[in-house]
């Protein structure tokens, strides 16, 4: 394995100084939440990655366990998506589709919807222009 030392001189194969470079990069996710009258809208911005994507996970299964089992993603505002963002993407199509729940997906720049078709998950979870399509396909 090669030397993977960052500017501190610490190896960056550690979670906590990934996490610590990744605020001092600037590349954080924030997520906001609001109830709309036909299910959830979480925005989504920033970078979905191995390091922010598991707060996407544990916020959207915190709003499955409050029983919201309609969802628009708003992907406006993301940068970057990983394959670790796919996946928690995935997991919580998977969660929803067991509580004959929905996952839309909107407003996706190039760079992210070019990476959902690559991937083949466009072809999974539905993907709209805008979040008010996605709001009436709900």
């Given at each position: 394995?090669?030397?993977?030392?960052?500017?501190?001189?610490v190896?960056?194969?550690?979670?906590?100084?990934?996490?610590?470079?990744?605020?001092?990069?600037?590349?954080?996710?924030e997520?906001?939440v609001?109830?709309?009258?036909?299910?959830?809208?979480?925005?989504?911005?920033g970078r979905?990655d191995?390091?922010?994507?598991?707060?996407?996970?544990?916020?959207?299964?915190?709003?499955?366990?409050?029983?919201?089992?309609?969802?628009?993603?708003?992907l406006?505002?993301?940068?970057?998506?990983?394959?670790?963002?796919?996946r928690?993407?995935?997991?919580?199509?998977?969660?929803?589709?067991?509580?004959?729940?929905r996952?839309?997906?909107?407003?996706?720049?190039?760079?992210?919807?070019?990476?959902?078709?690559?991937?083949?998950?466009?072809?999974?979870?539905?993907?709209?222009?805008?979040?008010?399509?996605?709001?009436a396909?709900?």
């Open positions: 394995m090669p030397d993977r030392r960052n500017v501190f001189g190896f960056s194969n550690n979670l906590y100084v990934r996490v610590v470079m990744a605020i001092l990069r600037g590349d954080i996710m997520l906001h609001k109830n709309e009258e036909n299910g959830v809208l979480v925005s989504v911005t979905m191995a390091v922010s994507s598991p707060e996407f996970e544990k916020e959207i299964s915190r709003l499955i366990d409050e029983d919201n089992v309609n969802f628009v993603i708003d406006a505002g993301l940068d970057y998506i990983s394959s670790s963002g796919l928690s993407i995935l997991v919580t199509a998977k969660k929803l589709k067991g509580k004959n729940g996952i839309m997906l909107a407003s996706l720049q190039a760079v992210v919807r070019e990476v959902f078709e690559i991937s083949g998950f466009s072809t999974i979870i539905p993907i709209y222009e805008s979040v008010e399509e996605a709001m396909a709900l």
